[in-house]
């Protein structure tokens, strides 16, 4: 929509301003035009002025767009508006703890700070690198936890867990919890009850069987229960219901050892975070709400005269409890539309909108419970719709409305008259209606659709709109094939480039799968241990036969090439280098290999993990899933390729909805954690250890939770919402796509099936060039950050240097921890370890090892962090020396050296100002000690420019 004059409902939303609303903004109505709009009313008031109004999106482009769109349409410039409030919860979270709350974390009981120099990690690859860190950590200080831990298939889904009671509103102190969140942990019995009643309601007057009976029929098969637990025929009774009293039995567990278990992981995680300098977004809106609530006279400071939040549907409990805290008056507008919720794996509560009265009742009772944090007494909000449709033809709308009442599987059964009641209906702006809507099923779906693309490029029947308003035939860059799954889609586009088709990927991709990935990670399990695993997959890539392959590693008779490889990256000093040598030998280049080697550095620079680590951790990221965002190559003539979730808010003239088959959509899900939280019946363990009965150590299924989960409904309306926003994002044309099994929402949907056998024969390719996937490695919120290796010129490592490898190097620095914690350590002959053992022992202050070092900095009016990890902190009661371990045989680096320890110079000289300090390299290999000279901070600072530049 161009910024024209605004429709009626628009201008009514536009002028109503003073009060609470709740808008019904249906996809494609307007909604960023009319909130900008809005905003620019508000602020053209005498007596207010944009600090009076926080505006609040969801991505930080979009907040950019409302910005720029502001600008056009107030007396307000992009200077003025450049510090006003119109940002992410997340970014508003950073800011208030930036300037206000370095000391929030005390108020859960967390000794460690929030810094000028606390990094925001935005990368789930990272964090899962740092918590798995924390967590062995955590594991091996915690004997007492032992059988929880047993009991858990993988520890790092806890991270999920705290993830997800952070987004609820449920933080650890440091003896209890926060408010009222252990009653969240405890659960809601009187809610569970009505589910368990209505599941175990009588049938056709009595004489069929509940449902929760019939689905209980299953109880205990294939499933392993302490002998305490009772059998099916003492669950189920002798009736055609479940004997009442069974809810109370189920509910009734005593989880008091494992919600201490949970604190205790979840305090411990806050303050491993801190530690090591970061915080995830979550963990931005936890101090941030902490600190709202107990500092009144901030909260007082900061309430705005107006709020608004767009795209509300995608609100978290404690982002709406951060709205409130933040309004100094009623004057609360939330927009969004509860048929486009779909993010509840980032736990967004699609009932924060479906239930907005009731919650902003209950929330602000609850925050007030003890003080009156929340400045207004709660009214009834004002409802107001926009529903002039922008986008789509009046065919699709009324098609897309059947998204929202069609079964997902065959016996589920929905009331779609109420759900038809609360949906509000669209009207197209357009007269023209030519839309397509149309399905296809094919025995190779990915060929069929590559077809259907040919057959619709350049063909007037698919005619879509240009930017001069005449229609035309389509070109490749009108078309979008969404997906319900990123497999399906990056499989297509290796179809595609088999054909030549021009199609580039758009959203996460799993960057550990990618070929570049998986060759890295096999001359890794090589360097590490000769691992068959490792020598297969680079025997396959050199094209020999599996018989061949089989052959070769039954008498370990490497190839000589490949045998001097391993032997050169074996001299690598990086794990970097081992990465770039890799890719080089491979020619593999471009963005895979570019993400590839961003990724790895980064776990590696932010942890402490050995290769063999390292190893593991990409062995779980592909097992796990694990993405990372890329784009589409911009400006080229290419069918895009998404998951329905990368389009929300986009919009394409056609729209292909491809791998509508069984179990891939609806999501067939899978087994769920084995410790995890869900309304209402809280925090519950799948499985639990006991070494009592049979006189046999084992891990037993939990016989309550599994009754507990029969209870709860199988939802698939997020499935039924994600459906809609597929289909809402075409302009002119759907085309629904599925292979031999296609799911029942297909059934369901009013559209004509054609089963078809594509035939590409005739296809003709094109030599347009074009990008698969381009790599868009985002910038972190919070000061840049880099590690002291950022700096050192990887020149000097090449040829024949001295340098005796990463794996000697790793080798002998952990002996020299493992030396100075009192630990087991032996030389076993080794003379760099002897020199090592010998140095530390003729120190006679203080030793620690292994420490955390981060050093803001302020460049050219921008804060950055430089951070890394001293080797040795030696303290007296007059100086502190630092020390850092090199194995090299000869000083070749020793300039390059002195930058990393000239940041770790400066981090001490902060820390022990009454002290002299000193920093110095240690060769191993002679027992060679040498002072640096370290470089100032204004020098540090240029290296920090010269890099940018």
Same mark, same amino acid.
């Not at 926080?54 to 910005?67: D, G, I, K, P, S």
């Not at 609100?315 to 509860?338: H, R, Y």
């Not at 297969?536 to 001097?564: H, Q, S, W």
């Not at 990393?900 to 110095?920: E, G, T």
């Given at each position: 929509?161009?910024?024209?004059?605004?429709?009626?409902?628009?201008?009514?939303?536009?002028?109503?301003?003073?009060?609470?609303?709740?808008?019904?903004?249906?996809?494609?109505?307007?909604?960023?035009?009319?909130?900008?709009?809005?905003?620019?009313?508000?602020?053209?008031?005498?007596?207010?002025?944009?600090?009076?109004?926080?505006?609040?999106?969801?991505?930080?482009?979009?907040?950019?767009?409302?910005?720029?769109?502001?600008?056009?349409?107030?007396?307000?410039?992009?200077?003025?508006?450049?510090?006003?409030?119109?940002?992410?919860?997340?970014?508003?979270?950073?800011?208030?703890?930036?300037?206000?709350?370095?000391?929030?974390?005390?108020?859960?009981?967390?000794?460690?700070?929030?810094?000028?120099?606390?990094?925001?990690?935005?990368?789930?690859?990272?964090? !899962?690198?740092?918590?798995?860190?924390?967590?062995?950590?955590?594991?091996?200080?915690?004997?007492?936890?032992?059988?929880?831990?047993?009991?858990?298939?993988?520890?790092?889904?806890?991270?999920?867990?705290?993830?997800?009671?952070?987004?609820?509103?449920?933080?650890?102190?440091?003896?209890?919890?926060?408010?009222?969140?252990?009653?969240?942990?405890?659960?809601?019995?009187?809610?569970?009850?009505?589910?368990?009643?209505?599941?175990?309601?009588?049938?056709?007057?009595?004489?069929?069987?509940?449902?929760?009976?019939?689905?209980?029929?299953?109880?205990?098969?294939?499933?392993?229960?302490?002998? !305490?637990?009772?059998?099916?025929?003492?669950?189920?009774?002798?009736?055609?219901?479940?004997?009442?009293?069974?809810?109370?039995?189920?509910?009734?567990?005593?989880?008091?050892?494992?919600?201490?278990?949970?604190?205790?992981?979840?305090?411990?995680?806050?303050?491993?975070?801190?530690?090591?300098?970061?915080?995830?977004?979550?963990?931005?809106?936890?101090?941030?709400?902490?600190?709202?609530?107990?500092?009144?006279?901030?909260?007082?400071?900061?309430?705005?005269?107006?709020?608004?939040?767009?795209?509300?549907?995608?609100?978290?409990?404690?982002?709406?409890?951060?709205?409130?805290?933040?309004?100094?008056?009623?004057?609360?507008?939330?927009?969004?539309?509860?048929?486009?919720?779909?993010?509840?794996?980032?736990?967004?509560?699609?009932?924060?909108?479906?239930?907005?009265?009731?919650?902003?009742?209950?929330?602000?009772?609850?925050?007030?419970?003890?003080?009156?944090?929340?400045?207004?007494?709660?009214?009834?909000?004002?409802?107001?719709?926009?529903?002039?449709?922008?986008?789509?033809?009046?065919?699709?709308?009324?098609?897309?409305?059947?998204?929202?009442?069609?079964?997902?599987?065959?016996?589920?059964?929905?009331?779609?008259?109420?759900?038809?009641?609360?949906?509000?209906?669209?009207?197209?702006?357009?007269?023209?209606?030519?839309?397509?809507?149309?399905?296809?099923?094919?025995?190779?779906?990915?060929?069929?659709?590559?077809?259907?693309?040919?057959?619709?490029?350049?063909?007037?029947?698919?005619?879509?709109?240009?930017?001069?308003?005449?229609?035309?035939?389509?070109?490749?860059?009108?078309?979008?094939?969404?997906?319900?799954?990123?497999?399906?889609?990056?499989?297509?586009?290796?179809?595609?480039?088999?054909?030549?088709?021009?199609?580039?990927?758009?959203?996460?991709?799993?960057?550990?799968?990618?070929?570049?990935?998986?060759?890295?990670?096999?001359?890794?399990?090589?360097?590490?241990?000769?691992?068959?695993?490792?020598?297969?997959?680079?025997?396959?890539?050199?094209?020999?036969?599996?018989?061949?392959?089989?052959?070769?590693?039954?008498?370990?008779?490497?190839?000589?090439?490949?045998?001097?490889?391993?032997?050169?990256?074996?001299?690598?000093?990086?794990?970097?280098?081992?990465?770039?040598?890799?890719?080089?030998?491979?020619?593999?280049?471009?963005?895979?290999?570019?993400?590839?080697?961003?990724?790895?550095?980064?776990?590696?620079?932010?942890?402490?993990?050995?290769?063999?680590?390292?190893?593991?951790?990409?062995?779980?990221?592909?097992?796990?899933?694990?993405?990372?965002?890329?784009?589409?190559?911009?400006?080229?003539?290419?069918?895009?390729?998404?998951?329905?979730?990368?389009?929300?808010?986009?919009?394409?003239?056609?729209?292909?909805?491809?791998?509508?088959?069984?179990?891939?959509?609806?999501?067939?899900?899978?087994?769920?954690?084995?410790?995890?939280?869900?309304?209402?019946?809280?925090?519950?363990?799948?499985?639990?250890?006991?070494?009592?009965?049979?006189?046999?150590?084992?891990?037993?299924?939990?016989?309550?939770?599994?009754?507990?989960?029969?209870?709860?409904?199988?939802?698939?309306?997020?499935?039924?919402?994600?459906?809609?926003?597929?289909?809402?994002?075409?302009?002119?044309?759907?085309?629904?796509?599925?292979?031999?099994?296609?799911?029942?929402?297909?059934?369901?949907?009013?559209?004509?099936?054609?089963?078809?056998?594509?035939?590409?024969?005739?296809?003709?390719?094109?030599?347009?060039?074009? !990008?698969?996937?381009?790599?868009?490695?985002?910038?972190?919120?919070?000061?840049?950050?880099?590690?002291?290796?950022?700096?050192?010129?990887?020149?000097?490592?090449?040829?024949?240097?001295?340098?005796?490898?990463?794996?000697?190097?790793?080798?002998?620095?952990?002996?020299?921890?493992?030396?100075?914690?009192?630990? !087991?350590?032996?030389?076993?002959?080794?003379?760099?370890?002897?020199?090592?053992?010998?140095?530390?022992?003729?120190?006679?202050?203080?030793?620690?090892?292994?420490?955390?070092?981060?050093?803001?900095?302020?460049?050219?009016?921008?804060?950055?962090?430089?951070?890394?990890?001293?080797?040795?902190?030696?303290?007296?009661?007059?100086?502190?020396?630092?020390?850092?371990?090199?194995?090299?045989?000869?000083?070749?680096?020793?300039?390059?050296?002195?930058?990393?320890?000239?940041?770790?110079?400066?981090?001490?000289?902060?820390?022990?100002?009454?002290?002299?300090?000193?920093?110095?390299?240690?060769?191993?290999?002679?027992?060679?000690?040498?002072?640096?000279?370290?470089?100032?901070?204004?020098?540090?600072?240029?290296?920090?420019?010269?890099?940018?530049?």
């Amino acid at each position: 929509m161009t910024d024209v004059e605004p429709n009626p409902e628009q201008r009514d939303l536009i002028e109503s301003i003073d009060g609470p609303y709740l808008v019904d903004a249906g996809a494609g109505t307007g909604k960023t035009f009319t909130v900008t709009r809005r905003y620019a009313t508000i602020v053209d008031q005498d007596g207010i002025d944009p600090s009076d109004v926080l505006l609040v999106t969801f991505t930080n482009n979009a907040a950019e767009e409302m910005r720029e769109r502001i600008v056009r349409h107030s007396e307000y410039g992009m200077r003025e508006l450049s510090n006003a409030p119109i940002q992410t919860f997340h970014s508003l979270a950073h800011d208030i703890l930036d300037e206000h709350g370095h000391d929030a974390p005390t108020c859960l009981g967390i000794e460690e700070t929030i810094t000028g120099s606390t990094r925001v990690i935005e990368d789930d690859i990272i964090e !899962a690198a740092l918590f798995r860190e924390f967590i062995d950590q955590f594991i091996d200080s915690h004997p007492e936890y032992d059988e929880f831990f047993t009991a858990i298939s993988k520890a790092t889904e806890l991270l999920d867990l705290i993830n997800e009671l952070s987004a609820k509103g449920v933080f650890p102190t440091a003896n209890g919890w926060y408010r009222d969140g252990e009653s969240h942990l405890d659960g809601d019995f009187a809610g569970f009850e009505a589910l368990f009643a209505d599941l175990n309601a009588p049938r056709n007057d009595g004489s069929k069987q509940s449902k929760l009976r019939s689905k209980l029929n299953e109880y205990g098969k294939e499933k392993s229960y302490l002998p !305490a637990a009772p059998d099916r025929r003492g669950l189920r009774g002798n009736g055609k219901q479940i004997p009442a009293d069974v809810a109370g039995r189920v509910f009734e567990e005593d989880r008091t050892a494992l919600k201490q278990f949970v604190h205790d992981v979840y305090h411990a995680y806050l303050a491993f975070a801190l530690r090591r300098n970061y915080l995830n977004f979550g963990f931005l809106q936890l101090f941030a709400f902490v600190l709202l609530c107990e500092d009144h006279d901030l909260r007082e400071r900061l309430g705005y005269e107006y709020v608004m939040v767009d795209e509300f549907q995608d609100s978290s409990e404690i982002q709406f409890k951060l709205m409130l805290l933040l309004a100094g008056t009623d004057n609360i507008c939330v927009v969004g539309d509860w048929k486009q919720s779909i993010y509840s794996f980032q736990y967004a509560d699609v009932d924060n909108i479906r239930e907005f009265d009731g919650r902003l009742h209950r929330f602000v009772g609850e925050l007030n419970r003890d003080v009156d944090r929340v400045a207004f007494r709660p009214t009834t909000a004002a409802g107001k719709q926009l529903t002039r449709n922008y986008r789509s033809t009046q065919s699709i709308l009324q098609f897309s409305t059947h998204a929202l009442t069609a079964r997902a599987t065959k016996s589920e059964s929905l009331d779609t008259e109420a759900i038809s009641e609360t949906v509000t209906p669209l009207e197209a702006d357009t007269n023209r209606d030519d839309s397509r809507i149309e399905a296809l099923t094919s025995e190779n779906e990915h060929e069929a659709i590559l077809a259907k693309i040919d057959e619709i490029v350049d063909n007037e029947d698919y005619a879509v709109e240009g930017d001069d308003g005449e229609y035309r035939a389509p070109n490749y860059g009108d078309v979008a094939v969404v997906t319900r799954t990123r497999d399906f889609g990056r499989d297509l586009l290796d179809t595609a480039s088999a054909f030549g088709l021009p199609m580039a990927y758009e959203g996460g991709i799993e960057v550990f799968r990618t070929d570049a990935a998986k060759l890295l990670l096999a001359w890794l399990r090589i360097l590490e241990r000769d691992a068959d695993r490792g020598w297969a997959l680079v025997l396959e890539e050199a094209g020999y036969t599996i018989d061949e392959v089989n052959a070769i590693l039954d008498r370990d008779a490497y190839p000589d090439p490949m045998g001097a490889f391993r032997e050169e990256l074996r001299e690598m000093e990086t794990l970097g280098g081992v990465a770039r040598r890799v890719f080089d030998r491979y020619d593999r280049d471009g963005p895979t290999a570019d993400v590839v080697l961003d990724t790895i550095q980064s776990v590696h620079g932010a942890t402490t993990f050995t290769r063999g680590e390292l190893i593991q951790f990409i062995e779980a990221a592909i097992e796990n899933g694990s993405t990372h965002e890329v784009g589409a190559g911009a400006g080229t003539n290419a069918v895009t390729v998404q998951t329905i979730h990368a389009t929300k808010g986009l919009e394409y003239p056609i729209v292909i909805l491809a791998n509508m088959n069984a179990n891939k959509f609806p999501s067939s899900g899978g087994s769920g954690s084995d410790i995890t939280y869900t309304d209402p019946i809280g925090l519950r363990q799948r499985k639990v250890y006991s070494e009592e009965a049979h006189d046999v150590p084992h891990v037993y299924d939990n016989w309550q939770t599994d009754v507990l989960n029969k209870c709860l409904p199988q939802n698939y309306d997020e499935e039924r919402r994600l459906l809609y926003v597929a289909i809402t994002r075409a302009e002119s044309h759907v085309i629904l796509t599925a292979g031999e099994d296609p799911n029942v929402f297909l059934d369901e949907l009013p559209v004509a099936v054609e089963t078809v056998d594509p035939d590409l024969s005739t296809f003709d390719s094109r030599d347009d060039e074009y !990008a698969p996937y381009t790599v868009a490695i985002p910038d972190p919120d919070g000061p840049a950050r880099y590690s002291p290796h950022t700096f050192i010129d990887d020149a000097v490592f090449e040829g024949d240097t001295g340098g005796r490898g990463m794996e000697f190097g790793s080798d002998v620095h952990e002996f020299a921890e493992r030396y100075v914690l009192g630990e !087991a350590a032996d030389t076993r002959g080794n003379p760099d370890k002897e020199h090592v053992r010998e140095f530390l022992d003729s120190l006679a202050g203080e030793k620690t090892a292994e420490i955390d070092a981060f050093l803001p900095l302020t460049v050219d009016d921008e804060e950055v962090t430089i951070g890394g990890i001293i080797d040795l902190l030696h303290v007296t009661p007059d100086r502190v020396d630092i020390i850092d371990y090199k194995t090299d045989l000869t000083t070749h680096a020793e300039d390059e050296y002195e930058k990393q320890l000239s940041i770790y110079y400066h981090v001490v000289v902060d820390q022990y100002p009454d002290r002299s300090v000193s920093a110095s390299i240690f060769y191993t290999a002679d027992g060679d000690r040498r002072k640096i000279h370290p470089l100032s901070k204004s020098e540090l600072r240029e290296l920090v420019r010269t890099h940018r530049a």
